[in-house]
């Protein structure tokens, strides 16, 4: 069966430090694509990063990068230098089939100032 | 500024009572979704539609209904045979083409209520 697994449920971090967020899946595709979205207390899901399973190199976006481990069947979000602003929640989630995406449960991370 | 609007914010459903979700979009994509988000969970998606005049059902599409009658619009209606509608109801959207047609754009979601 297709999941996505997320097993922290909250995790504090102080500012300007590195942050891991981990994400496990599970699929018997070999096409497929993984994402990381950000929803802070207001609820609007914004879109961070999008690693395809063929890409060869760890997507990366300003602050934020994917560590893509396909042998593990993990999909980690790296946070580099966090700030206060990160405090939200964060859902991986991974692309199905051409139209369809499953989300994990989250994690909330706070950032100490 | 392109995006996806959704309304209203807040709404309150009373037993028995239909209620209509609005989402629409300005960025001239092809395919739209409702998710249902309950309290410390992910999303499960309702419906679905890449295309006007068509829509598929998606993993909890059990007392809701939608139309897709314009590109831009993709209204969620939440009927009175959804038993448990209280959620937090997030629209999206995704092209279907392109370097960035796999990463799907949401709105800012409509809490609903059951007075």
């Known amino acids: 069966a297709q999941k996505i697994t997320q097993t922290q449920p909250g995790m504090f971090v102080q500012e300007k430090e590195a942050v891991t967020l981990d994400c496990t899946y599970d699929t018997s595709d070999q096409s497929y694509g993984l994402f990381w979205y950000k929803q802070p207390s207001s609820g609007e899901m914004i879109f961070l990063i999008y690693?395809?399973?063929?890409?060869?190199q760890n997507a990366t976006e300003g602050r934020y990068s994917l560590n893509f481990q396909k042998a593990r069947k993990s999909a980690n979000l790296v946070i580099s230098a966090s700030q206060l602003g990160d405090s939200a929640m964060y859902f991986c989630a991974m692309r199905i089939s051409a139209s369809k995406i499953i989300f994990g449960s989250g994690t909330r991370l706070s950032i100490r100032p | 500024d392109g995006g996806i609007t959704q309304s209203p914010k807040y709404l309150f459903r009373k037993e028995g009572q239909n209620v209509t979700l609005s989402c629409e979009q300005n960025l001239n994509h092809d395919a739209m979704y409702w998710y249902r988000q309950d309290p410390g969970q992910g999303l499960r998606l309702i419906y679905y539609s890449q295309i006007v005049n068509d829509f598929q059902k998606g993993d909890i599409a059990e007392g809701y209904s939608v139309s897709r009658e314009k590109k831009e619009s993709f209204p969620l209606t939440v009927t009175s045979a959804q038993k448990n509608p209280t959620a937090f109801y997030l629209c999206a959207s995704r092209r279907t083409g392109g370097l960035s047609k796999n990463i799907q754009y949401f709105g800012a979601g409509t809490r609903l209520s059951v007075l």
């Open positions: 690693q395809g399973s063929y890409d060869e």
